[in-house]
């Protein structure tokens, strides 16, 4: 584990202002878990910040994609936003930056990459997870999943994709991208309410029964939202993602959060 930084042990125990619902550039750095429901802005702040925590020796920042756990002293207690301007401009911290800029794209256990429809679809693989500090990235793609599903009930409902910014999508992708989205919904079965029967999940909402134009701006969507997190061909194909091509984009909320939080 390498160290950075700074003249003064940290230390946890200090006394702190109970954090509220300040906006996330404004809290003390502790633990951030960008899979619940904070519509707090900055799209490459909620990344960093679900990168790092706070722990005992003091503030811990997620493996790399080398395997390595970066470990940062500051010599008083500071912010996510005052974290991230430091990481960014201070050369001391040049290796850290550094780290930033080669992170895992894929965790957990899965198999080869899938680049064709499979001629067995049912004993394939299941898709690598996305790295955890890119949880908004996913939260987005299942809005844009939600939103998509309302053709179901209305074919004519407006669903409109992405005809510029992005490299075209064939037919061949879209079917491909659809049965991949299937895949992943078909392994996190929602379970009904109101009867006994309620505790059998039950099944997914099927993605190829949606019309074709939207199964086509869906793909399309899914491939913009992996532009708006700096992630292209090559990134997927080296497996590797860089916070700073994430964009700054400081008054980016999560659609997930500000539905949910608006609802509450």
């Known amino acids: 584990m390498a160290a950075f930084w700074s003249e003064h042990a940290?230390?946890?125990?200090?006394?702190?202002?109970?954090?509220?619902?300040?906006p996330l550039a404004d809290r003390v750095v502790n633990r951030f878990d960008p899979a619940g429901i904070d519509a707090s802005p900055g799209r490459r702040l909620r990344a960093f910040a679900a990168l790092i925590c706070r722990g005992e020796c003091g503030i811990v920042l997620a493996p790399t994609a080398r395997g390595e756990q970066l470990l940062v002293w500051?010599?008083?207690?500071?912010?996510?936003?005052e974290l991230l301007g430091?990481?960014?401009?201070?050369?001391?911290?040049?290796r850290l930056r550094g780290a930033l800029s080669e992170l895992p794209l894929r965790i957990g256990d899965y198999g080869p990459l899938i680049r064709d429809l499979p001629e067995s679809p049912q004993r394939s693989n299941r898709d690598p997870d996305?790295?955890?500090?890119?949880?908004?990235?996913?939260d987005e793609i299942n809005e844009?999943?939600?939103?998509?599903?309302?053709?179901?009930?209305n074919p004519h409902a407006w669903y409109p994709g992405i005809d510029q910014g992005i490299d075209p999508v064939t037919?061949?992708?879209v079917r491909l991208v659809i049965w991949a989205l299937q895949r992943e919904l078909d392994r996190e079965l929602r379970t009904g309410s109101?009867?006994?029967?309620?505790?059998?999940?039950?099944?997914?909402a099927p993605l190829s029964e949606l019309p074709w134009d939207v199964q086509r701006a869906l793909a399309e969507r899914r491939r913009w939202r992996y532009r708006q997190w700096g992630l292209g061909r090559d990134?997927?194909?080296?497996?590797?993602?860089?916070?700073?091509?994430?964009?700054?984009?400081?008054?980016y909320v999560p659609r997930r959060s500000a539905r949910l939080t608006a609802a509450a």
């Open 74 to 81: 500051p010599d008083r207690d500071v912010t996510y936003g």
């Open 194 to 204: 109101g009867s006994m029967s309620s505790l059998s999940p039950l099944p997914a």
């Open 130 to 138: 996305l790295h955890s500090a890119l949880q908004d990235l996913g």
């Open 171 to 173: 037919d061949d992708h």
């Open 10 to 22: 940290y230390d946890p125990g200090q006394d702190r202002t109970a954090e509220g619902p300040r």
């Open 144 to 153: 844009d999943i939600r939103e998509a599903l309302e053709s179901l009930d």
């Open 86 to 94: 430091l990481v960014q401009r201070d050369p001391d911290l040049g």
């Open 235 to 251: 990134q997927w194909e080296k497996g590797l993602w860089n916070l700073w091509e994430v964009p700054a984009d400081p008054d």
